[in-house]
């Protein structure tokens, strides 16, 4: 199967979900009730747990992890940097930066991309970081410093906590809150992806390939998530 054709499959499904969704449900023993999060958040973790996991391991695979081969939020769908609208701004420059005060990730189940890149420290935060463990409990430090982008519901680990949130994430434990919170709804005025590349909605030239068809996948459904005021 292309990867075009894997593309096609998650957003058909995505559409479905949506469509599905009534926002509640009726329980004849419970009467009305509304889920607390929308299904579409749910399968835009599921969809991303693979990357996540790919991302995770790279250390115990491959050794020590070139800084170059490893994943930010500047290069999970194409460039940040690279020009998309017609006067010349960047993704970087289009992301809205918003109040995070109420919001917290939950490692067990949110959508985070850590990027460890060193053995040994993945090793000994394995050992070392959970319940039941010598430092106890995972619990966020100065070091855990996370930018959340909505409405995705998707995190990125910066500066140096990647291997303690890896273990967070792997002993399924851990609450954290966002260092910076971003909407990136203004991104779908200027680019769309087809699952093949991305590119200009002004002149529909390429910006980049697609790399990961799980996050292109992401990257459509963030555009009906804002266009239907579905929020993380």
């Known amino acids: 199967m292309t990867m075009k054709q894997e593309f096609d499959n998650l957003m058909a499904f995505a559409k479905d979900l949506i469509n599905e ?3 509640f449900y009726y329980d004849i023993n419970y009467g009305y009730f509304q889920p ?7 399968f835009i973790r599921l969809i991303g747990r693979r990357i996540q996991s790919q991302l995770m391991l790279m250390p115990a695979l491959y050794g ?5 081969e490893r994943m930010f939020s500047d290069n999970l769908f194409f460039d940040e940097w690279a020009e998309v609208t017609l006067d010349g701004r960047s993704f970087h420059f289009l992301m ?4 995070n005060s109420s919001r917290i990730i939950n490692l067990a189940r949110d959508l985070v991309f850590p990027s460890p890149w060193i053995p040994r420290k993945l090793r000994d935060s394995l050992i070392r970081i959970g319940e039941g463990t010598l430092n106890g409990s995972w619990r966020q430090d100065k070091d855990h410093q996370v930018t959340l ?6 995190s990125f680990v910066e500066g140096s906590g990647h291997h303690s949130i890896t273990a967070g994430i792997a002993k399924g ?15 779908y005025d200027h680019v769309y992806t087809d699952g093949r590349y991305y590119y200009r909605t002004h002149d529909h030239s390429i910006i980049s390939e697609v790399h990961f068809v799980e996050c292109a996948a992401i990257f459509e459904i963030g555009r009906i998530m804002a266009a239907q005021k579905i929020i993380f």
Do not use: A, C, K
């Open 64 to 68: 020590e992890v070139d800084q170059m």
């Open 149 to 154: 982008w909505l409405p995705l519901g998707i």
């Open 21 to 23: 969704n009534l926002g």
């Open 96 to 99: 809205r930066q918003i109040d």
């Open 173 to 187: 434990e851990g609450e954290l809150y966002p260092t910076s919170v971003y909407d990136i709804s203004l991104i």
């Open 36 to 42: 607390e999060t929308h299904p579409i958040v749910d």
